[in-house]
Each structure stands twice: as C-alpha cells, then as structure tokens.
C-alpha cells in the first residue's frame, strides 16, 4: 500500500473509531489513553493534509461520526500523536449572548493555535482540560 493511501486509511480508521467511543467513554479516559499511545514510526501525511482529510470525512458522514470540533480534535490529536508529533487538546467553555453554555475543543502545539480553522476564536472560553496534562512545549 502506498504511503498516502496508508495516512488515508489511517484517518479513515481513526475517525470510524474514535467519535463513537466518545459516547460510551469519558473523555479524560480517551484523551489519557491516546496520550500514552507510543508512535508507530509508519510515516504519515503533512500534518495539514491529515487535517483537512479529517475535515473533509467527518463532514461527510452522519451521526455519530458527524463533526464537531471535539471529534475534529479527537482524530487528530490521536493522529499526531501516532505519528510522533506534539499536539495539545484543550477543552473550553463559555456562556453565549443568550447566557447558553457554549463548548469548544482545539489543537495547540507550541502554546500556538494549530491546525484550526479559522473561524476558531478559543480565546473566548475558559479552559478545563488539557491533555496531555502538562503540555510538553511548557514543561
């Protein structure tokens, strides 16, 4: 199998598997058991291309698999982490104009946004889970 046809498979499998399991798996349980997966050493695509893979899969299916951020960061976050690559998840919250509790789920590496669309502004919620727990850019 060819190099992009494996990142793709990959993607494929990760995001078949991982957004279901956020329903039946506390997320802190997930976001710890991807933080110790050991990098395979399989090379992978550029970290933009598995993004935008990402994107373009969970945009296309239904339920449970249908985006949202959490499940966008989720398959990424495994995904780089598999490949060897820094990534911290974050998890925020904030309160919206009609006072509704608003959740947002991002990627940073280097205490910088990363891989986000640019719509992202997690800059208004208040963070409350980081995984790994301590970021290794800040350690």
Do not use: N
Request: with cysteine; hydrophobic share 40%; aromatic share 10%.
């Amino acid at each position: 199998m060819s190099a992009p046809l494996r990142w793709k498979a990959r993607t494929v499998l990760a995001a078949l598997a991982l957004p279901p399991l956020l329903s039946v798996v506390s997320f802190a349980r997930l976001a710890a058991w991807i933080s110790r997966r050991r990098p395979s050493g399989a090379p992978a695509a550029p970290d933009e291309d598995l993004a935008e893979w990402t994107d373009r899969l969970l945009r296309s299916w239904p339920q449970p698999w249908r985006y949202t951020c959490l499940k966008r960061s989720v398959v990424l976050y495994y995904l780089l982490r598999k490949s060897g690559r820094r990534a911290t998840l974050h998890i925020g919250v904030r309160r919206d104009g009609a006072g509704t509790f608003v959740a947002h789920a991002w990627l940073t590496r280097d205490a910088a946004l990363y891989l986000e669309p640019p719509s992202s502004r997690p800059d208004e919620y208040r963070v409350i889970a980081t995984f790994p727990e301590t970021d290794p850019a800040t350690s």
